[in-house]
């Protein structure tokens, strides 16, 4: 209290007005003015309502792993709690908006987020996570989702689904992309911990029940390009307990910016069926890259190479649980026991905070390891720009081309680089 | 389609007049009295990735979607004046009545203590005024203490609220110097001065602030700053910059708004390891655009330590339009008039003040005094041109009868010349209408006189705009006047 002085107390109540106006100035233009900005109110409201909700304070909480910064993030202070809207576009489906809830107490922290997009397109989650910082990092997290997508797309097997035999199209079927609407149901435990400054290892469980059901607009159904009972999986429901190990070394000073440094992850596991569902699998993969500086400390030329397989120990799989390319920057279209996805990245700082990105990507997917190859390569390349903090990523704008179009790539907000590693599967 | 153009025309139409703002009839406010006690608001928290990405990302794209002006400042009284307020306290620039009043607190006196906490050395002495102490980093000496001692005072002679800076000889209260900054030189800047309440939002007022109720960004205080931050070489504002206190004991005190870590100022801030502000990429040199374009390998190398390391560096060039590290948004909306009330604070301060202040800066050789004042002036000068240029500086001096005189600030501070100006003078209705033909007056030394004409208006505008080698300045001085019977009443200006 030492540090407090004694203010004069005002007897005066604040001023209200100073500035003496009763009437303020009008300049040539302002009813112009005054007009363009109610045309432009939609567009300058919903960069704020994008910005406000895909942005940093939302985008964080994905961020939920040992990272102990993010308490700074995600810091309503104790007992109390925050509530954003949130609003989000995926190609091919319609705006979604909700509102995310986000609260903390002590070394707790919970989100609650729910979204709505149409009859058919829906999602709810909730996670709940336990930070500790002593002795060493750790983090319990807890999380439930439920979510509805009614414009699923569904090729077929391989790398060429059209001529790959595997896939059983039927005579005459008006398409050879299929489409399909999935409710997903979807329970997630995890524990992470970082030993090491650079080192980060997860263990996580989930029970995930998925609902495949022909898309509400009809046409082009599962069962209208395929022959039935040929996609394992399809018009039914798929139960899978999975538990995995994964682990993560990253010698990069910041995620953040461009920076030199070498990154590695690696994870298994193991799903299996339930219920009506008998399929039992191992999941093993991973990913390494390395970050060289090229010249400058602020270009950094990145090349990566992800690997994705899962290898059947029992009954059929289910086509949702075979390896997908979210590293593909192109179209995600492809699905198969083993996926291969390289990239080569050049990121240069062209200004504090901000720095440029030429991208190139090639994908395949094959049936096993053995048959990875050269042939029928999918490719895209773009360029794109990134926003980011001393410690976080705060934005991208991207556009990348392939033979299968263009595809624009926006975010407001921090990636989920950190999100265990079931959120990607 | 048809209907559309057409009001489009109308809206058009409607748009291409003039009509000056009308005041009250009222004595302008003196005290803008926001000092009555509240209780302790909460301490705003600073995210700094929140931070950039609202002034990187959402603030552009919002604004560009903004087609409104800049509204005038708000927190500006009837003469186009800043009233005292918890953000602006104006003192004597006399140089014995203005040590006077810096001397608040006055420097740590009596025994001390000292202690380290929150990665400061904190000094408290016998009377219990915590003091934060600062030194020079070891290879940039007499830059950031001398700094912080100048750039204090300055700051306040402007009018803005900063935290006193002493200097501290560590025997003289009883501390050993092993206790403190590892410096040859200590100063003692006094901070907190009460309850620190976090970063002074850019944007919006308080909401638990009964007594801040003039959105930041239309604050002519904040505006300004960026004309302040040009003069001084203080390259960053914001979180950083300008802080909250809760002044006096809780429940009976009020919220102060200070400019803080003034150490980076004269350029300091650029010159050393202590206080370098890099990117996560370290320091990008060179444009975006080149940077862009040859992808960042034509980059110019990162400079290592700059070869001066004193503040000789502080230069006596500036550019008028400063740039500043990170975007501001109260300087982002700097109007005309902002930068001008600003430039004539400046030009008031007398030089014997700054002669004065940068010799307490105590520098071991005489010709690095010499450098900073000759700096000090010039930037001054030069900004001083500048934002005069951007207005018609004249001030209401008196109204006599029916006969106003203003002054011509540019001509009073010898930056323009009087054989270069004259006037033009039109009077307005308050509805925008010339009410006569404009004439032209020439000034005598700074002055100008300006016979009213009997008008049959009960609110005449008198619209001056300076017109210098021929050239109009591109905003008019505007006096309004009320008439009351035979006699006038001047009641506001605008510049």
């Not at chain 2, 708000?74 to 140089?95: M, Q, T």
């Not at chain 2, 109260?330 to 109007?335: A, C, G």
Request: aromatic share 8%; proline share 8%.
């Amino acid at each position: 209290m030492g540090a407090l002085l004694v203010a004069p107390h005002a007897a005066a109540e604040p001023a209200t007005d100073v500035t003496g106006v009763a009437r303020e100035a009008s300049e040539p233009g302002d009813p112009a003015r005054r007009f363009a900005n109610v045309l432009l109110f939609v567009p300058r409201a919903t960069t704020e309502i994008v910005f406000i909700t895909t942005g940093t304070a939302a985008g964080l909480i994905e961020e939920e792993q040992v990272v102990p910064r993010i308490d700074d993030m995600l810091n309503p202070g104790e007992g109390e709690v925050r509530i954003f809207p949130t609003a989000f576009m995926e190609t091919g489906s319609s705006l979604n908006v909700g509102a995310r809830v986000i609260g903390r107490a002590d070394t707790v922290a919970t989100t609650a987020r729910i979204g709505y997009g149409g009859e058919h397109d829906q999602v709810a989650e909730s996670r709940l996570r336990f930070a500790f910082r002593t002795p060493v990092p750790l983090a319990l997290s807890l999380e439930a989702l439920h979510d509805e997508r009614s414009s699923n797309g569904y090729l077929g097997l391989g790398q060429e689904p059209e001529t790959d035999a595997r896939n059983r199209f039927r005579p005459g079927a008006p398409s050879r992309a299929a489409s399909y609407r999935e409710l997903r149901e979807r329970f997630i435990t995890g524990a992470g911990f970082r030993p090491a400054a650079d080192t980060e290892l997860f263990v996580s469980s989930s029970l995930t029940r998925r609902h495949l059901f022909d898309p509400p607009s009809g046409g082009d159904t599962l069962s209208e390009v395929f022959e039935p009972g040929s996609v394992p999986g399809a018009n039914g429901t798929v139960r899978t307990v999975y538990s995995e190990l994964a682990l993560r070394v990253d010698t990069r000073a910041t995620r953040a910016g461009p920076a030199p440094g070498f990154l590695f992850e690696s994870y298994a596991g193991r799903g299996a069926g339930i219920g009506a569902s008998s399929h039992d699998f191992v999941r093993v993969g991973g990913r390494v890259a390395g970050f060289f500086q090229l010249f400058h400390p602020g270009n950094v030329l990145s090349p990566k190479l992800v690997l994705d397989g899962l290898a059947p120990t029992d009954g059929p799989i289910p086509f949702v649980e075979l390896p997908r390319q979210p590293d593909f920057r192109g179209f995600d279209t492809r699905r198969d026991y083993v996926s291969a996805v390289a990239s080569l990245d050049y990121r240069w700082a062209i200004a504090r905070h901000l720095a440029a990105r030429a991208f190139a990507d090639v994908a395949t997917v094959a049936p096993r390891v053995r048959a990875l190859g050269f042939d029928a390569l999918r490719y895209d390349a773009g360029f794109g720009f990134d926003v980011y903090s001393r410690s976080a990523p705060l934005g991208s704008i991207a556009v990348s081309g392939s033979p299968d179009g263009e595809k624009l790539i926006l975010y407001f907000g921090v990636s989920s680089s950190f999100g265990d590693r079931q959120h990607r599967s | 389609m048809r209907t559309w153009a057409q009001w489009m025309f109308v809206v058009a139409a409607v748009g291409c007049s003039y009509r000056p703002a009308r005041f009250h009839d009222r004595p302008p406010i003196r005290d803008a009295h926001d000092d009555r006690p509240i209780a302790i608001p909460r301490k705003s928290a600073f995210v700094e990735a929140f931070y950039l990405s609202d002034v990187f990302l959402r603030r552009p794209v919002v604004d560009a979607l903004d087609a409104e002006r800049f509204p005038h400042a708000l927190d500006v009284n009837a003469l186009d004046e800043v009233p005292r307020s918890s953000w602006f306290s104006p003192v004597a620039l006399e140089v014995g009545a203005f040590e006077k009043q810096y001397a608040a607190d006055g420097p740590p006196r009596g025994r001390a203590q000292i202690e380290a906490r929150g990665g400061h050395f904190v000094l408290t002495d016998a009377r219990g005024k915590v003091y934060r102490l600062i030194g020079d980093h070891p290879t940039l000496p007499q830059v950031d203490t001398s700094a912080a001692l100048i750039a204090s005072r300055l700051v306040r002679a402007l009018g803005y609220l900063t935290p006193e800076t002493w200097w501290v000889e560590p025997s003289a209260l009883g501390v050993p110097r092993t206790a403190g900054p590892a410096s040859e030189r200590w100063v003692a800047v006094r901070w907190p001065v009460g309850v620190p309440l976090g970063a002074t939002d850019m944007t919006y007022q308080r909401d638990d602030d009964p007594n801040d109720r003039i959105p930041h960004r239309d604050r002519r205080t904040l505006r300004a700053l960026g004309v302040l931050a040009a003069w001084l070489d203080l390259r960053e504002l914001g979180p950083s910059r300008l802080v909250d206190a809760y002044v006096g004991l809780p429940g009976r005190g009020h919220v102060r708004h200070f400019v803080v870590g003034l150490h980076d100022a004269l350029g300091a801030g650029a010159l050393g390891p202590t206080t370098a502000s890099r990117s996560v990429a370290g320091p990008v040199e060179g444009d975006a655009l080149s940077n862009l374009l040859s992808l960042g390998l034509a980059r110019p190398p990162a400079r290592g330590a700059r070869p001066e390391r004193s503040l000789r560096a502080f230069r006596a060039q500036v550019d008028a339009r400063y740039e500043l590290g990170h975007p501001y948004e109260p300087v982002d909306r700097l109007l005309p008039s902002d930068g001008y009330w600003l430039a004539k604070r400046m030009v008031q301060i007398p030089a014997s003040l700054i002669q004065r202040v940068v010799r307490e800066a105590r520098f071991s050789e005489a010709s690095l005094e010499r450098h900073v004042v000759r700096a000090l002036e010039a930037r001054r000068r030069t900004l001083a041109s500048y934002w005069f240029s951007r207005v018609t500086p004249c001030e209401v001096e008196a109204l006599s009868g029916r006969t106003l005189i203003v002054v011509d600030q540019a001509l009073a501070a010898g930056l323009e010349g009087a054989g270069d100006t004259r006037y033009v003078v039109s009077f307005l209705g308050d509805d925008g209408n010339e009410l006569t033909p404009p004439r032209t007056v020439l000034p005598a030394l700074a002055e100008v006189e300006i016979p009213i004409p009997e008008l049959e208006r009960d609110y005449v505008v008198v619209r001056v705009t300076a017109i210098r080698r021929g050239t109009p300045a591109p905003r008019a001085m505007e006096a309004h006047l009320k008439s009351e019977g035979s006699n006038l009443k001047w009641v506001g200006v605008r510049h």
